[in-house]
């Protein structure tokens, strides 16, 4: 498994996934950055009105749509480009001609997709620490809150991962899986609308947030740890079946 | 036993309706060199995959350095190299990194990648980025990564497609010389020069079909071109022959002699004009690949 892992760290060399990993943190941090300065009269008002805990708290209220968003679409993303460098390489015939077992291709893409997703994750994580300190948050750093809330994300988004994955090694054609992976994240914002199917996997990743604006203001997201035992554990299931139908499937 | 790298029964593929692979059993032994030969479509690059183990056999075994490729694919893949269809290369890569990404992957020493990359003389280009690459230098590459493991069966899928005449000779006197260091190999291609410029044994597919497997020697002789005669009376000329112990081929018009040196042209020639037939064609016919496929399928139809 270690021999397939470091053959396929090469791969990845001057591949775009790096911009992808950092795409999320870049993007969400910087809108965070001109909110809390530009707006920030704005930002103080409403934390009041929603009565936040800490400026770390509205933080995390603030940006959980946009990352709820945002990170399933760069999971899709990330998922394609680690299945289309085999693809555009014309390498799964070679790969799979080699001796190594075809569960183990599998897996070392989905350890790859997933280090992407968490290295950017803990640049994000790190991005809103420092972004607290520079915007001088009266408040301790909640690493709790922010840690739970940024690796609960890949939790939280485990199953859409494994799918896509799974779709994008598939399918040749990528802008099919992109298409669905986007498709899907909206789904999952409207499910999360509506009261009967929040409950739906697919709307986690937009609640999966650790606080929450209730009616009482916002508070900690108790509905949390139930969402990532379900999708940690239909992530699992997903992946299993992702192997299995690549172990047998034949290879053109 | 030992030496039977290669075995297939009565291999099988099926898709949907379209059968592309049928009843194949193929022979290959220690240190040949096969040439697998069929036009566009005829099943090669389908039996290939199957042997390696990249798409299941509809029905049919096969067997490879004598064991059975469905119970022990790894251990008979570490023993093989292979280059399918047109070559794998990662074009964000350089030649030496895609190298280096197989070197990893199979736990190979790390000297093997310098001695593939003098072999298909790409050492130079070693550091240049594959998407780069004019399309000999990827096919080059792809053959330096079969070879990289030192493998005992090679496997080269129509090797030189693709490439110019130099490119062409280049990639043949490598393969040539492959089994002095006991290597057997298996290479498919659709033209018949390039298979009998290189090939030990021959096996024709056609339609999915194997139609011949021999020595190249059995080929080439089907492959030598005939003497057409053409002459007033036809059956008179075959009497004439006969009595003199030539036998010949007949059609309606023209006489056919599997003969064509030159002294051979002009005794027939004498025979018939003093026998008082007008001779008024004497013509060596060459047969391209094409007749030669239509020879054995129609040889196979009459079975
Ligand atoms: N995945 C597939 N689905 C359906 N038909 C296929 C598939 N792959 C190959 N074929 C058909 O099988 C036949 C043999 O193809 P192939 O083995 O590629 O021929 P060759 O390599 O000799 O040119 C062709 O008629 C081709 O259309
Ligand atoms: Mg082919």
Partial sequence: ?252 | MDDQIVVTNDLTKKYKKHTSVEGLNLRIERGQIYGFLGPNGAGKTTTIRMLLGLIQPTKGRIELFGKSLKENRLSILERIGSLVESPTYYGNLTGRENLEVVRRLRSLPEQRVDEVLSIVRLTKAAHRLTKEYSLGMKQRLGIATALLSRPDLLILDEPTNGLDPSGIQEIRELIKGLPQSGMSVLVSSHLLSEIDQMATQVGVIHNGKMIFQDSIEQLRQRHKPLLKVGVSDVMEAKAILQGKGITTGGEKEFLWFDRTEPAFVSEINSILVQSGLSVYRLEEVKRSLEDIFLELTSAEGSL
């Fill in chain 1, 1 to 252: 498994m270690k021999e397939i892992l470091r053959a396929d760290q090469l791969k990845l060399k001057r591949s775009s996934i790096l911009i992808i990993v950092l795409l999320i943190p870049i993007l969400i941090l910087t809108y965070e950055l001109v909110n809390f300065t530009y707006r920030a009269e704005l930002v103080d008002k409403q934390a009041e009105l929603f009565h936040a805990g800490s400026m770390w708290m509205y933080l995390l209220y603030d940006n959980s749509l946009l990352f709820g968003l945002g990170f399933p679409l760069a999971a899709t993303l990330a998922a394609s480009i680690i299945a289309n460098i085999e693809h555009q390489a014309d390498g799964w015939k070679q790969l799979l001609a080699f001796p190594v077992s075809r569960s183990k291709v599998y897996l070392s893409k989905f350890i790859w997709l997933t280090m992407s997703l968490l290295i950017s994750l803990t640049i994000f994580l790190i991005g809103m620490i420092l972004l607290g300190k520079a915007l001088e948050f009266e408040e301790s750093v909640p690493l709790g809150l922010l840690a739970g809330d940024s690796y609960g994300m890949l939790i939280a988004t485990l199953p859409f991962t494994a799918f896509q994955l799974w779709l994008s090694m598939t399918i040749k054609n990528q802008a099919f899986p992109i298409l669905i992976g986007a498709i899907c994240t909206i789904m999952g914002l409207f499910l999360a609308a509506v009261q009967m199917t929040r409950w739906f996997p697919l709307a986690y990743p937009i609640q999966s947030s650790t606080v929450i604006l209730q009616y009482e203001g916002i508070g900690y997201n108790t509905d949390l740890p139930v969402y990532l035992a379900i999708n940690l554990m239909l992530g699992i299931a997903l992946l299993c079946m992702g192997v299995i139908h690549f172990v047998k499937r034949d290879n053109q």
